[in-house]
């Protein structure tokens, strides 16, 4: 599996990075973690407009799924080659009403359905192309989910966001890459079922026993730099920050 950081940003677009957005390729199928603000632009570095074969959406706040709207523009709208034909799209019960809504004037009320195949995530195993993947909820205010992709026996899980929870270090276990948000700093916010600190992301990773942390979705007001110090004092495996255009081999 080859995984492009697209954007990795949280809770709105850095200067240097759009919010969350993370390309996952395995023999010839691209699929999309998130698609927060500003990562429909930075998408087209990595691959062409319409090659993508599914997304899957973590939950349904504007910085992992807003581009969205601007995506559906670029499907429904297409003049060059016609319509696009509907793209699997994963994510929580109601996105196609969350995504109509906040288009706010789409030709019909079914007009996000006719480029966008939704499927509605639960806690399960399923196949999306060649990868086997795993969800589970995780602890946030609005119905959120971690993923685990596995294929030709590596492991990635993507934390989306979410507090602490037991459940995530399962969804961790001995992952290849585990790419996990870490918000909150350690010491200065402490608001449950929320965000994950630095330090509180290294511990997870250190519970799961995963082999490599990546640490993402750090606002621009966090300094990522205290979080990255934060989780390497409790995880003695490699840990890096996400950088947009990073590029890992799993």
Known sequence: MKLTVVGCSGSFPSAESACSSYLVEADGFRLLLDMGNGALGELQ???GLYDLDAIFLSHLHADHCI????????????HDGGR???LPVYGPEGTEHRL???YADTPSA???SEVFDFHTVKPSTFEIGPFTVHTERVRHPVEAYAIRIEHGGKSLTYSGDTGVTEVLDELARDADLFLCEAAFTHGKESIPDLHLNGREAGETAARAGVRRLVLTHIPPWTDPQVNLRDAREVFAGPVE???PRGTYEI
């Open 67 to 78: 581009d969205m709207l601007a995506y559906f523009v670029a499907r429904y709208y297409r």
């Open 84 to 86: 696009c034909a509907p």
């Open 100 to 102: 109509t809504t906040a």
């Open 241 to 243: 920050l996400a950088a």
């Open 110 to 112: 079914s007009s996000m």
């Open 45 to 47: 570095r990595h691959c």
